[in-house]
């Protein structure tokens, strides 16, 4: 910033902005969970009788986690990472589409079931592994969300840069 680091007071201030564009995606995947997915398969989100079952997002519901995973997880990254840099964080959207890319990929069965075999020797502790083994075995590969990660991703970029600009029209 030109003028030592400190903003003007007009200015945007974008990791706040980035943390609460997150949290409202990440709250949008976690109402997916609890109306159109099947409680059960969701070892961090609880069952909500009301709600479950409901098919809120309809077909969109079957990818939309993927996307706001990555855009939620993106932005959070991006807002702790460097919060008064010059240059927009791309780096975490990359990160988070490939860690979520990965994740994706592993629920193929052939590569599963050596992940989890190989889990069940790991020095891991077993209150990690057997979620992460659940996830794994019950999860279901789908190309349609590798491409929502890859939007969440670059939507997360985008969003990045637009704040970032509009940051910097603020200076």
């Known amino acids: ?8 007071p007009g200015a945007v201030h974008v990791p706040s902005t980035l943390a609460g564009l997150g949290a409202l995606a990440f709250a949008i995947g976690v109402l997916v969970y609890l ?3 099947d409680p059960g398969r969701a070892a961090l989100i609880p069952a909500v009788g009301v709600l479950s079952g409901t098919a809120l997002f309809g077909a969109v519901g079957a990818w939309l986690p993927s ?12 807002a702790v990472g460097h919060p008064n840099a010059s240059v927009p964080a791309y780096g975490a959207c990359a990160m988070w589409w490939a860690l979520n890319s990965a994740f994706e990929l592993a629920q193929l069965p052939q590569i599963s079931h050596a992940i989890v ?10 209150w990690l592994i057997a979620p992460l083994s659940n996830s794994l075995m019950h999860g279901t590969f789908d190309v349609a969300d590798l491409v929502a990660v890859a939007g969440g991703a670059l939507a997360a970029a985008a969003a990045l840069h637009s704040l970032q600009r509009k940051d910097c029209e603020h200076e």
């Open 117 to 126: 075999d190989a889990l069940k020797s790991a020095p891991v502790p077993a």
């Open 1 to 8: 910033m030109a003028d030592g680091g400190k903003r003007s």
């Open 35 to 37: 109306t159109d997915r």
């Open 67 to 78: 996307f706001t995973h990555a855009f939620a997880f993106s932005l959070f990254t991006a």
